[in-house]
Structure formats: C-alpha cells, structure tokens
C-alpha cells in the first residue's frame, strides 16, 4: 500500500501561529542552534529511533512517564508520542484493526487527549497542528483527505483511521473531552528533538498556543 502520506519532505516552515507564538518560535530556535552544536561531533545518526519527552520548561507543562500534559487556564492536553506497538495496542483497544500496520516506518503519531473544563466550547483545528524539528522544518497533521486517498480501497482500514484520527475542525462542549491520534511523516534522520505545536485551538474567543517538546533518541 503507497502512502499518501509521502505528501512532505520535511521542508522549512515560517509564519504558522501568527504572533502568539514568538516566544515560542524564538525558543525552538534557540534549541536547534544548540542541538545542531552539539551535532558536529556526533556520530551518524542511528536507524531506529524513538521519542521522548524533554525536561519541562515550564509550570504549565508536567512530565508522567511517555506523557506531557499541558494544564493552561481551563483545559488539559495530554500528549505521547506512540512507538508501533502502541499503535497496534491502542486499536486493539478500540477494537478496530491498525490501518497503519505496513506503514510504521512512513509516520509519527501521537495520542492526544484533550479535556474542556471550562463553561465556553473548545474549538481546535487539527489540520494547523503543526511538528517541526530543530532546524524548523515541519508539515501539518494528515488531514481527511489524504486518509481517504490512502485507504480508500480498504473499507474497514478507512474507517478505522476515520473514527480514530484527529483530522479538521473539532468542537469540544464544556466539561467534555476527545482523545484520538495525531499523525505525521516520518520525521528526519538527523533530527535531534521535535516540538509539537498546537497552533489553533480555543476556549470560546481565548487562544491556548501549546508547544510539546520531544527528544530524539535511540531505539532500544
């Protein structure tokens, strides 16, 4: 099965989030600026990798375990990054067969968990969920689109991906949650850490910009 998921090369991304994000775009380059230091020395990168949650920068953002669970104002996000056998775990857990299966070296998926315990509606477009590395280069979460070119000829993988996959624009009502998956290209070979930034989501009028960040490292 050929993915369309092929859609990205990791190109160089700017401008997504607007200035509500400054602060956090200045951070992330100052990150890669010292990553990519420490790179010069480094020996090639290893084939198999995995993700793991960085030190937390601040009291917003808790480390549990695989988990980064941001608590700004009135809503939680818990996000982890999944390794293939989380993948194939967690649709056994929804008892609906992994559409992903042939394609676990093609993609980076997360599990996210949203919580609203405001009285306002949260909204959230997946589509600007954004994943960058240190040297900014990123793409956007694989919309409904792509999923359906990919499995299309599969009804039951089609569906599968539909129910569990976070794709365009969703509402959460107060004192309601989502959970679901997230899912990228492959990040590159030489990245050394990953920021997952949620650029577009809201409670009522107030905008809550999240940055999740990973380290890359081995895959034991």
């Given at each position: ?24 775009s200045i951070l992330l380059v100052c990150s890669g600026l010292v990553l990519s230091g420490c790179a010069l020395t480094a020996s090639a990168p290893p084939e198999k990798v995995g993700l793991r949650p960085a030190p937390s920068r601040t009291p917003t953002y808790t480390v ?157």
């Open positions: 099965m050929t993915l369309a998921l092929q859609r990205t090369n990791w190109r160089a991304r700017a401008g997504n989030g607007g200035p509500r994000l400054l602060f956090w549990s375990g695989r988990n980064v669970i941001a608590t700004p104002g009135p809503l939680t996000v818990t996000v982890r990054p999944l390794a293939s056998e989380d993948v194939i775990a967690y649709f056994q857990k929804h008892r609906r067969k992994n559409p992903f299966g042939k394609m676990r070296d093609d993609i980076t998926p997360f599990y996210v968990r949203i919580e609203n315990r405001s009285r306002d509606q949260l909204t959230l477009d997946s589509g600007l969920t954004i994943l960058k590395d240190q040297g900014n280069r990123g793409d956007a979460a694989f919309d409904a689109a792509e999923l359906f070119q990919t499995f299309a000829e599969n009804p039951t993988l089609l569906q599968a991906a539909q129910k569990e996959v976070l794709t365009g624009y969703m509402v959460i009502a107060p004192d309601r949650s989502r959970e679901g998956l997230l899912v990228f290209p492959a990040i590159p070979k030489d990245a050394k850490a990953v920021f997952l930034q949620f650029t577009s989501l809201y409670v009522g009028p107030t905008a809550f910009p999240l940055i999740f960040e990973f380290e890359v490292v081995p895959k034991e």
